[in-house]
């Protein structure tokens, strides 16, 4: 009985010590992962669309949808952002809000999150869901599903 009773102390204490293991190396990705976004945005504020792309994994594979439209491939997504905001006044200032960041397994992970322009005739904003994975250059947007509110 004291055996059993010892060897669950130790079960209970070495799985105690993997979560908290676990916790402490999730924080140091969350922390690459949320400054993928901030990165984005400094990139957006100014006027670097190229900048703000380099969040997003650069492959043909790279899918974002947004309004009912499908976008493939980091080439044509980038061309897409060149064409629809062509000038700064376009572009506005970009700010994200209200972000959740859940890890998935080591190298993949899941954001949600509000965003919002502030431009001189308009201010949209919505929502958007992320998934990244972690490559050997870091974290990256390989899926991107973005609304805006009506």
Known sequence: MIKNIFVAIVFVAV???CGLAQEKQAAPDEDLIRNVLVTQQQAWNNGDVEGYMNGYWKSDSLLFTSGGNIQRGWDSTFAKYKKTYD???KMGTLAFSQLEIRLLS???AWIFGHWEL???KD???GVFTLLLRKFT???KIIHDHTSSKQ
Do not use: C, I, L, Q
């Open 123 to 125: 201010h949209p904003e």
């Open 15 to 17: 799985f105690t010590f």
């Open 137 to 139: 250059d870091g974290w």
């Open 87 to 89: 000038s700064k006044e």
């Open 118 to 120: 502030t431009r001189a």
């Open 106 to 108: 080591p190298d993949a």
